[in-house]
């Protein structure tokens, strides 16, 4: 399978730092060739991570939040329900395209920066 995990660069002085995501086959920071180290997937946070396999992708906060999410989501979608049948699945579908569109935007600035390296 393939690894979706998230790597960032660790210095602070880059300016990819906080900024840029990187995919996990990517060993090196390819503005200042720093070793890059796993971080949370999510888009908003630059935590590190625990290189534990391909599954943990995310660090604990974000994942206990996104429990939390999880939660409120089913609750509301339960409450709304109720009222207009079928917008709970809709909600839900919101969520996720909008983290798979910032994911893939990330993924591809990434591409593009290894192909401006290759050039030079
Ligand atoms: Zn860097
Ligand atoms: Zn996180």
Redesign the pocket.
């Known amino acids: 399978m393939t690894d979706k995990r998230k790597k960032a ?1 660790p ?1 602070t002085s ?1 300016h ?2 906080k900024q840029k995501k990187y995919d996990a086959s990517l060993n090196f ?1 390819p ?4 070793k890059l180290i796993y971080v949370c997937k999510n888009p908003k946070c630059f935590k590190p991570i625990e290189d534990k396999g391909p599954y943990h992708t995310m660090c604990e906060e974000c994942i206990a939040h996104r429990e939390d999410i999880k939660d409120e989501i089913m609750n509301d979608a339960k409450k709304a329900g109720k009222a207009v049948l079928g917008i709970g699945p809709t909600i839900v579908a919101a969520i996720k395209s909008e983290t798979v569109k910032e994911i893939t935007k990330t993924t591809k600035k990434a591409v593009h920066n290894v192909f401006n390296k290759i050039k030079k």
């Open positions: 660069c210095n880059c990819t730092y920071c503005i200042c060739g720093e």
